[in-house]
Each structure stands twice: as C-alpha cells, then as structure tokens.
C-alpha cells in the first residue's frame, strides 16, 4: 500500500523562476493538502483541494497556486520565487473533505532557490 | 491568529530517561490535537485528541489533552535513540485547517 509519493525530491532554482511539484495521494485517500516548512519551523498550510477544487487557503500570495487531478494527484506551482521560498514542501492526504481524519505526510520536495 | 506553541524547543536526554513535551493552544473554533514525529523528512502521525482527560497510548507514547487550560503533554517513557526526532504538536479547527507548532527536537543519547 503505496503512502504518499512527492515528486521530485530535490530542487535548485534561480529567482523569478517558476517549479511545479507533485503529489501523489496514499490509496484509498481523495484530500490533498500543501504545507511549507522552513528549517526549524512548524508546517504552515498553503492550500487544500478536494474534487478538484481549492477549498481552503492559508496565508500565501497568488504566487502559490495548485491543481487537482481527476486521480487525485496534485500539483504546487510557485511563480516567480523568491529567495525566502527555500524550503522544504509537504504534501498530505487524507479521506473525505471536512471529516475527522489525520493527514498522512509525505517526505517533501527540497526546494533551494538560489 | 492562532497560537501553537511547544515547549521546550529543544531537549537532550539520556538512553531510559522520561521526557514530557508540551504544546499549548489559542485558538478559534477548537476541533482536535494532534501530535507527528518527524524524522528528517515526513511527519508521522501519533495521536489525535479530541476529548479532555482521556489519555491515548501507543507502547511507550502517550498524550493527553486538558481543554480547559488549553495544552496538551506527550510522554515517553524508557527513551530510545530511535525516538530522537522532531515532535509537532498540531491543532484542528472546526473548518479542519491545521496549525503547528514549530516543534520539540528531542535527542536521546545513548
């Protein structure tokens, strides 16, 4: 039973770049959440989608953006980067919208702007 | 805003020693707490607390959650060198939005 997959592991990127990174969802799971976590940082909540749509947002500009896949993978887009967007990215799934379940992490996307 | 904060940020104990991690709260519309271990990369999940009182336990983990006085404590007992992690401490909100703390690094020496 495959748990959360991210993809890629690492990344190196200039500033005003643009990265796409990816997430696969565990088996079973439909719910998809983004976190950043800078070194030495709690997570901090991006965004969630669930049915392909964004349902919740934290504190983030419109740099950050997402989508959802019909199989329930998801993407994180980040446009023009900044330096202080070095971190480490977490993708966490779980079942059903708005329901009392623990969201299962993946190891994340290290992501180094230069 | 919401307020996770953890206590202490830091701990360095010894092979059999217990430790108690604490994590206390404000926030808006309190659903859950939930505790991860995380070692170098994904958080893994511990417990999840929802009622005052009631201790969760998992061999030598255990949590319990006062919503009174807002906080929440993580025991280990018998400490191992596989227990050095980084321990996040996470509240739920009524929408389900989780905010965590920024975590206890925990460091067991042999």
């Known amino acids: 039973d495959a748990g959360v997959t991210q993809s890629p592991t690492h990344l190196i990127k200039t500033r005003g770049q643009q990265v796409t990174l990816r997430c696969s969802p565990k088996?079973?799971?439909?719910?998809v959440s983004w976190y950043q976590q800078a070194l030495g940082q709690g997570p901090q909540f991006i965004f969630q989608y669930y049915e392909e749509e964004e349902r919740q947002r934290g504190n983030f500009p419109d740099r950050f953006s997402g989508h959802q896949f019909p199989n329930y993978s998801s993407e994180l887009n980040v446009n023009a980067l900044l330096l202080g967007d070095s971190a480490l990215y977490l993708c966490?799934?779980?079942?059903?919208?708005?329901?009392?379940?623990?969201?299962?992490f993946g190891d994340g996307t290290r992501l180094s702007i230069l | 805003e919401d307020k996770v904060v953890q206590s202490p940020l830091s701990l360095v104990v010894h092979e059999g020693d217990t430790v108690t991690l604490n994590c206390s709260y404000e926030v808006t519309n309190f659903r859950s707490l939930l505790w991860y271990k995380q070692e170098k990369k994904a958080p893994t999940f511990l417990f999840m607390l929802?009622?005052?009182?009631i201790e969760k336990k998992s061999g030598r983990l255990s949590s319990i959650l006062d919503k009174k006085e807002l906080f929440s404590i993580l025991n280990i007992t018998a400490t191992q060198t596989g227990d050095s992690a980084v321990y996040l401490c996470a509240v739920v909100r009524s929408n389900y939005k989780l905010t965590f703390g920024k975590g206890t690094l925990l460091t067991v020496n042999p």
């Open positions: 088996s079973g799971h439909d719910t």
């Open positions: 929802t009622s005052s009182g």
């Open positions: 966490a799934s779980s079942f059903g919208f708005m329901k009392e379940q623990p969201q299962h």
